[in-house]
């Protein structure tokens, strides 16, 4: 069965989500060319650019559009395992869809919170044998914004600078001896292929969540 790439992507504002984002986004086009994309934008900037890129099947900005488009992807599921069914398969052999949603705290202090906990917990505890996978981004760190729910199944964590000590416990169930981040181009990230929490240049943390880099130590003989 395929890795789950379900990811939150947590730091305060300025700590490199966006462009962490971004460069997880180049590489999946890179290296899964048949991925498809749904973009949930609700500050209407940071994805904007992937709007009209042929990889992309769904772009929402309005929280109307964005609870409509959620709700297409849950479909998209629901059909995915019908197809399955019938085939009698443990996983799809369809492509991979990434859900990208760039800024959760928007979404989940407006009254539509409740209808966007049930859709990212469904996506995210079922979507790995569909190819669905959810990328979520978030600058408030609480358990107001990324329920328990959500935040334990989402297997990969990337924590960037935060302001304090506890949201730093609360991605990663502790705080890591190395301390705080600066305030820019470094993250932790948590993975199930990893005890504790790895530090990492932003622009690896892709690379760390798909077990890229250690393959390139191996071969380097570094590793």
């Not at 197809?83 to 760039?102: N, P, T």
């Not at 301390?179 to 943390?205: C, E, F, S, W």
């Amino acid at each position: 069965m395929d890795m789950s790439y379900n990811v939150l992507i947590g730091g305060v504002v300025g700590s490199g989500k966006s462009y962490t984002e971004n460069i997880i986004i180049q590489k999946v086009k890179a290296t899964l060319p048949d991925a498809r994309l749904v973009l949930i934008d609700p500050k209407r900037v940071e994805l904007a650019p992937w709007k009209d890129d042929p990889a992309t099947l769904w772009y929402a900005s309005d929280e109307g559009d964005i609870v409509d488009t959620l709700q297409r992807v849950y479909d998209l599921m629901e059909l995915r395992f019908q197809r399955m069914q019938a085939e009698g398969l443990k996983a799809s052999r369809e492509a991979h869809i990434f859900v990208f949603v760039d800024e959760m705290a928007f979404l989940m202090q407006g009254k539509a919170k409740k209808a966007y906990t049930e859709m990212f917990s469904r996506i995210c505890l079922m979507g790995r044998a569909a190819r669905i996978h959810l990328i979520l981004c978030s600058q408030v760190c609480t358990q107001a914004v990324i329920p328990a729910c959500i935040r334990d199944n989402m297997v990969n964590i990337v924590c960037l600078r935060q302001r304090d000590e506890g949201k730093y416990r609360y991605l990663l169930g502790k705080m890591p001896a190395a301390g705080p981040l600066p305030p820019i181009g470094m993250a932790y990230v948590l993975t199930p292929n990893h005890l504790r929490p790895q530090k990492v240049n932003t622009a690896d943390v892709w690379d760390v969540i798909t077990g890229k880099d250690e393959t390139s130590k191996m071969m380097s003989g570094t590793a």
